[in-house]
Antibody
Framework: EVQLVESGGGLVQPGGSLRLSCAAS????????MDWVRQAPGKGLEWVGR??????????EYAASVKGRFTISRDDSKNSLYLQMNSLKTEDTAVYYC????????????WGQGTLVTVSS | DIQMTQSPSTLSASVGDRVTITCRAS??????LAWYQQKPGKAPKLLIY???SLESGVPSRFSGSGSGTEFTLTISSLQPDDFATYYC?????????FGQGTKVEIK
């Protein structure tokens, strides 16, 4: 059974940093691209970014709203995905989901339960 | 960026109704479109991929159609478990983008 479990959310002040983790199990993690998607309270879904797999050199893509502030990484030996968030703004307050990208067609086929990040003074 | 626009934003319907949600892309995305269902406090769940392919385990009352810029999600006979918010998403190009969502409410 595919499982994605996010952790690391919490309350942080504007300008601060936070690192989210996503522990994956039930599939060959190293084969898949992995993404982060967020959802501000009461709002819709917003794509944050992607890390490709080793075969594609672990290259990354980011939304313009987080580029230069957020960094996505992965550790295939630990079946884990990470989101390093720096220079946080109040508008980064959201539930952050990790999502598995289907291998051949690149849609999101599995999602974690999400972790809440609140940026507030 | 490709803008995804869903209509309506809210839909009131009764159990047994046929429901159709429309998603329009600001430029052609071929068939690279997915539909997700989200219930309050839960993660989104994949329903449809490549515009019309039903994800394994999803009831056959859900169907998708369209290509290019116009897409629809249809629920043939609305069930109590279907009251939720539905999102379309394009995966044709970066940045990946979602529609704003359609909330299906009980009439």
């Amino acid at each position: 059974e595919v499982q994605l479990v996010e952790s690391g959310g919490g309350l942080v002040q504007p300008g601060g940093s936070l690192r989210l983790s996503c522990a994956a199990s039930g599939f060959t993690f190293s084969d898949h691209y992995m993404d982060w998607v967020r959802q501000a309270p009461g709002k819709g879904l917003e794509w944050v970014g992607r890390t490709r797999n080793k075969a594609n050199s672990y290259t990354t893509e980011y939304a313009a709203s987080v580029k230069g502030r957020f960094t996505i990484s992965r550790d295939d030996s630990k079946n884990s995905l990470y989101l390093q968030m720096n220079s946080l703004k109040t508008e980064d307050t959201a539930v952050y989901y990790c999502a598995r990208v289907e291998r051949l067609q690149y849609y999101f086929d599995y999602w974690g339960q999400g972790t809440l990040v609140t940026v507030s003074s | 960026d490709i803008q995804m626009t869903q209509s309506p934003s809210t839909l009131s319907a009764s159990v047994g109704d046929r429901v159709t949600i429309t998603c329009r892309a600001s430029q052609s995305i071929s068939s690279w479109l997915a539909w997700y269902q989200q219930k309050p406090g839960k993660a989104p769940k994949l329903l449809i991929y490549k515009a019309s392919s039903l994800e394994s385990g999803v009831p056959s009352r859900f169907s998708g159609s369209g290509s290019g810029t116009e897409f629809t999600l249809t629920i043939s006979s609305l069930q109590p478990d279907d009251f939720a918010t539905y999102y379309c998403q394009q995966y044709n190009s970066y940045p990946l983008t979602f529609g704003q969502g359609t909330k299906v409410e009980i009439k």
